[in-house]
């Protein structure tokens, strides 16, 4: 089974590449938190991509993806859906929001209200939503990939912590190399790159992944090295609140389908030490006296790796 799942993982990810142009490592991060159910926050600047990423991943594996721009003015009915009267039978009927979906990109999230940010994670936390005391579930699959521009402040909400938490990873794509930028004008159609891929795999194959990574071997040594690296985060000199037990079982999750990304049978240290910033550095708060220096979290997560002690 391991053997076809590479397969599979690999063929996906190469569909994706015609489209992204860019860092592939950054396909392999979206597509780790895609096939281990972790949301990915996506924190960057306009135009570097992130709309064209979760795109190609959702077309390469023949998903249903909605999208959803953030604004001040948006209400939580607006994600889940809203309960309709029909005066024709008499009857309500549920009209069904965004949220109703496999893959979910929820632009500049940061720019609505907390209110509606939190009907937004209850379907990221518990897979399902409350709509006038009816609970909806939603896919088993159900993943999102939500966007904020570090560059804007203005008219902007910060996201409460709880709701951070809940992302598996937080990275940035930044702007791609010259050569890359050069080779998206060599497509038939250089505004629209999702027009060069199609879909790739079916949903018994991206199902065949996910069951796969109950095979990867991850030892007792492992275990312990990955929750003693998140156990360090909470008492760091000049760290207000580390990460929370969510962070090892995330780290632990994406493990797993990285050895599948390797083709390997089982978890080594590399693979954490790989991960653990993208796990980490959204889950960090720093005293804000240190927050006012130039510490940062990524300074912090290196020192940490560098001295937290590596199983053989």
Do not use: W
């Amino acid at each position: 089974m391991l053997t076809e799942s590479y397969s599979i993982y690999k063929k996906i990810k190469n569909n994706i590449l015609k489209a992204f142009k860019g860092d592939s490592f950054n396909v392999d991060l979206l597509m780790f938190g895609y096939f281990t159910n972790g949301h990915i926050l996506l924190q960057d600047l306009p135009g570097t991509g992130k709309t064209t990423l979760a795109k190609s991943l959702a077309k390469s594996v023949d998903s249903d993806f909605k999208r959803i721009q953030f604004t001040p003015d948006l209400l939580p009915t607006d994600i889940t859906g809203v309960n309709i009267y029909n005066p024709a039978d008499r009857e309500f009927r549920l009209q069904k929001g965004p949220v109703f979906t496999n893959i979910l990109l929820a632009d500049e999230i940061n720019r609505t209200t907390s209110r509606t940010q939190s009907a937004l994670l209850e379907a990221m936390e518990e897979k399902q939503v409350t709509i006038d005391g009816g609970i909806y579930k939603l896919s088993d699959d159900f993943f999102v990939v939500a966007t904020l521009n570090p560059a804007e402040l203005q008219g902007t909400y910060p996201l409460p912590e709880s709701q951070i938490d809940r992302f598996s990873m937080r990275f940035s794509l930044g702007y791609i190399p010259k050569k890359d930028e050069m080779s998206l004008l060599d497509l038939k159609n250089p505004s629209d790159p999702l027009a060069e891929i199609s879909s790739c795999a079916t949903q018994e194959e991206t199902h065949l992944v996910r069951k796969s990574l109950k095979e990867i071997v991850i030892t007792e040594d492992i275990k312990d090295y990955i929750v003693e690296l998140v156990r360090r985060t909470r008492n760091y000199k000049g760290v207000l609140i580390g990460a929370s037990p969510r962070a090892s079982i995330a780290i632990l999750k994406l493990c797993r389908i990285m050895a599948v990304s390797e083709g390997s049978e089982y978890v080594v240290p590399e693979y954490v030490i790989k991960l653990a910033p993208f796990v980490l550095g959204h889950r960090i708060i720093l005293d804000q006296h240190v927050a006012d220096g130039e510490t940062k979290q990524s300074d912090i997560i290196s020192d940490l790796i560098r001295n937290t002690p590596v199983p053989r």
